[in-house]
Protein backbone atom coordinates (compact mmCIF):
# COMPACT_ATOMS: atom_id res chain seq x y z
CA UNK A 1 0.00 0.00 0.00
CA UNK A 2 1.30 3.68 -0.66
CA UNK A 3 1.61 6.56 1.69
CA UNK A 4 -1.29 8.43 2.98
CA UNK A 5 -1.80 11.88 4.09
CA UNK A 6 -3.66 11.87 7.66
CA UNK A 7 -7.11 13.74 6.96
CA UNK A 8 -6.29 14.76 10.86
CA UNK A 9 -3.05 16.01 11.82
CA UNK A 10 -1.49 16.31 7.57
CA UNK A 11 1.29 13.88 8.44
CA UNK A 12 2.18 11.02 6.00
CA UNK A 13 2.48 7.60 6.48
CA UNK A 14 2.23 3.87 4.96
CA UNK A 15 -0.83 2.22 6.45
CA UNK A 16 0.91 -0.97 5.50
CA UNK A 17 3.23 -0.68 8.61
CA UNK A 18 0.86 0.34 11.11
CA UNK A 19 -0.35 -2.38 12.94
CA UNK A 20 -3.85 -3.77 12.06
CA UNK A 21 -6.27 -3.53 14.98
CA UNK A 22 -9.48 -4.65 15.49
CA UNK A 23 -12.77 -3.39 17.66
CA UNK A 24 -15.55 -5.19 18.60
CA UNK A 25 -18.80 -3.64 19.19
CA UNK A 26 -21.87 -6.04 19.84
CA UNK A 27 -21.61 -8.47 16.50
CA UNK A 28 -19.72 -6.19 14.37
CA UNK A 29 -16.05 -6.38 14.10
CA UNK A 30 -14.03 -2.86 13.16
CA UNK A 31 -10.57 -3.83 11.81
CA UNK A 32 -8.58 -0.41 11.37
CA UNK A 33 -5.68 1.12 11.34
CA UNK A 34 -4.47 4.36 13.59
CA UNK A 35 -1.96 7.13 12.09
CA UNK A 36 1.11 6.82 14.33
CA UNK A 37 1.14 11.00 14.62
CA UNK A 38 -1.84 11.52 15.94
CA UNK A 39 -3.37 7.99 16.54
CA UNK A 40 -6.62 8.60 14.46
CA UNK A 41 -8.58 5.56 13.42
CA UNK A 42 -8.65 4.48 9.70
CA UNK A 43 -11.07 1.87 8.85
CA UNK A 44 -10.19 -1.74 6.90
CA UNK A 45 -13.26 -3.68 6.89
CA UNK A 46 -16.13 -4.04 9.46
CA UNK A 47 -17.63 -7.02 9.64
CA UNK A 48 -21.32 -8.65 11.15
CA UNK A 49 -21.90 -12.51 11.74
CA UNK A 50 -23.36 -12.50 7.77
CA UNK A 51 -20.22 -10.80 5.98
CA UNK A 52 -18.16 -13.37 8.40
CA UNK A 53 -20.15 -16.24 6.51
CA UNK A 54 -19.93 -14.65 3.16
CA UNK A 55 -16.09 -14.19 3.44
CA UNK A 56 -15.40 -18.03 5.40
CA UNK A 57 -17.60 -19.25 2.27
CA UNK A 58 -15.93 -17.67 -0.70
CA UNK A 59 -12.11 -18.70 0.83
CA UNK A 60 -13.98 -22.13 0.78
CA UNK A 61 -14.80 -21.51 -2.67
CA UNK A 62 -11.61 -20.30 -3.53
CA UNK A 63 -10.31 -23.63 -1.92
CA UNK A 64 -12.36 -25.30 -4.27
CA UNK A 65 -10.99 -23.82 -7.10
CA UNK A 66 -7.25 -24.70 -6.12
CA UNK A 67 -8.04 -27.78 -5.80
CA UNK A 68 -9.83 -28.24 -8.41
CA UNK A 69 -7.06 -26.64 -10.82
CA UNK A 70 -4.70 -28.84 -9.18
CA UNK A 71 -6.40 -31.99 -9.85
CA UNK A 72 -7.41 -30.57 -13.47
CA UNK A 73 -11.20 -30.94 -13.58
CA UNK A 74 -13.35 -29.96 -16.26
CA UNK A 75 -12.97 -26.10 -17.33
CA UNK A 76 -17.15 -25.89 -16.63
CA UNK A 77 -16.63 -27.42 -13.04
CA UNK A 78 -14.15 -24.68 -12.08
CA UNK A 79 -16.39 -22.09 -13.94
CA UNK A 80 -19.14 -23.04 -11.75
CA UNK A 81 -17.24 -22.08 -8.53
CA UNK A 82 -16.54 -19.37 -10.17
CA UNK A 83 -19.77 -18.32 -10.22
CA UNK A 84 -20.07 -18.69 -6.95
CA UNK A 85 -17.83 -16.86 -5.76
CA UNK A 86 -19.38 -14.03 -7.93
CA UNK A 87 -22.49 -14.76 -6.07
CA UNK A 88 -20.67 -14.10 -2.77
CA UNK A 89 -19.49 -11.08 -3.72
CA UNK A 90 -22.44 -9.38 -5.09
CA UNK A 91 -23.71 -10.15 -1.61
CA UNK A 92 -21.50 -9.14 0.07
CA UNK A 93 -21.11 -5.70 -1.91
CA UNK A 94 -24.45 -4.91 -0.97
CA UNK A 95 -23.76 -4.91 3.13
CA UNK A 96 -20.93 -3.24 2.86
CA UNK A 97 -21.45 0.50 2.99
CA UNK A 98 -24.08 -0.27 5.52
CA UNK A 99 -21.34 -1.83 7.93
CA UNK A 100 -18.65 0.76 6.70
CA UNK A 101 -21.35 3.14 7.81
CA UNK A 102 -21.63 1.73 11.20
CA UNK A 103 -17.97 0.97 11.62
CA UNK A 104 -17.15 4.52 11.33
CA UNK A 105 -19.46 5.05 14.05
CA UNK A 106 -18.17 2.28 16.24
CA UNK A 107 -14.68 4.23 15.90
CA UNK A 108 -15.44 7.78 15.67
CA UNK A 109 -17.24 6.94 19.25
CA UNK A 110 -13.77 5.16 20.22
CA UNK A 111 -11.71 8.46 19.47
CA UNK A 112 -14.00 10.35 21.27
CA UNK A 113 -12.69 7.84 24.27
CA UNK A 114 -9.50 7.88 23.68
CA UNK A 115 -9.64 12.03 23.46
CA UNK A 116 -11.08 12.67 26.68
CA UNK A 117 -8.58 10.55 28.54
CA UNK A 118 -5.31 12.02 26.89
CA UNK A 119 -6.94 15.14 28.31
CA UNK A 120 -7.21 13.92 31.59
CA UNK A 121 -3.28 12.69 31.43
ZN1 LIG B 1 -2.70 11.81 11.99
Redesign the pocket.
Known sequence: MDSVI?N????L?FPAEQRLQQIEAGDLQVQFFE?P????KYQVITTDPMMRELIAARQSWQRQIRLAQGKHFRQSTIERYEREIEKIKTQQKKLLPALKRRGAEVLRATEEDTHGREETV
Open positions: CKCGEFCYCLA
